[in-house]
C-alpha cells in the first residue's frame, strides 16, 4: 500500500487476534507501531513475536487516566502519530436477562468509553501535527440483532455512530472510518464458540467459511494508506456476505 513507509502507528488491543496479526501487516509494510494492551504478559508475548515493534504500552483503555499516561509514553517513543487502530474490546456471551450491572457497565467503558477516551487523544495530537487517520473496530453486530449480546451489541452500534461524528468534525485533516467483521475466527471466539456453533454460523455465510484475521488486517492497512484518501466517515463491513440479504439469505 502506499504511503504507509515511516508511519507512526498505535494498535490498542494489540497484543493478540486481530490486533496482533494488524500489527504485523503494518510492520511488513514498513510502518513503525506501538501496541498498547491491558495484558503485560501478552505484551511481552508480542515483542517477542514482533521484534521489530517499537514498543508495548501496558494500559486499560476504560480508565481514563491510564489512557492519558499511555499518550505521555507514546509522546516518548513517537513524538505523535499517525495512524490509531482502535481495535480494543471484550465480549460476553450471556442472555440479555442475566445480563448484570457490573458486566453492562464492563462492556461499555471497554468497547465505547474506552474507544471515546483514545480516539480524542490521538485526534488531539493528529489535528495539531497535519493530521492522520483514526479506524476505529465495529461489529456487524452493531447493524443487526445477535442473541446473547444484547450489551456488545449496543457498544458496537455506539461505536459506528461514534466513527461518523467524529469524521464529520476531525475533516479535512483527519480521516475517520469504522470496520465491521462477521464471524472471524480469533482466540476470543474460539473461547465462545462450540464446534457445532462454529459449523452453524459457517453454514449462515455466503462465502461458506469463518474470517480470517489476516483478511480484517489487510483492510486496516488499505484504509489506513494513501489509496484510500478520500475515504471517510464510512463502515466497512466483512462478513463473507453474512448480513447481505437479511432472513432471505439464512439457511
Known sequence: MRGLE?????????????????????????????????????????????????????????????VDQAFNELDNLFNGIDILINNAGISIRHPFMKITPEEWLKTMNVNLNGMFFVAQQAARRMLSNGGGVILNMGSTNGMRGYHYYTDYNASKAGVIELTRSMALELAPKVRVNVICPGFILTPMQEAEYTPEMRIEFENKIPLGRLGKAEEVAALFVFLASDDALFITGQCFVIDGGEICGGLASQK
Open 6 to 66: 515511516n508511519k507512526r502507528v498505535l494498535i490498542t488491543g494489540g497484543a493478540r487476534g486481530i490486533g496482533a496479526t494488524t500489527a504485523k501487516r503494518f510492520l511488513e509494510e514498513g510502518a513503525r507501531v506501538v501496541i498498547l494492551d491491558i495484558d503485560d504478559q501478552a505484551n511481552q508475548q508480542i515483542k517477542d513475536t514482533l521484534p521489530a515493534l517499537s514498543g508495548t504500552i501496558t494500559a486499560d483503555v476504560s480508565k481514563h487516566e491510564e
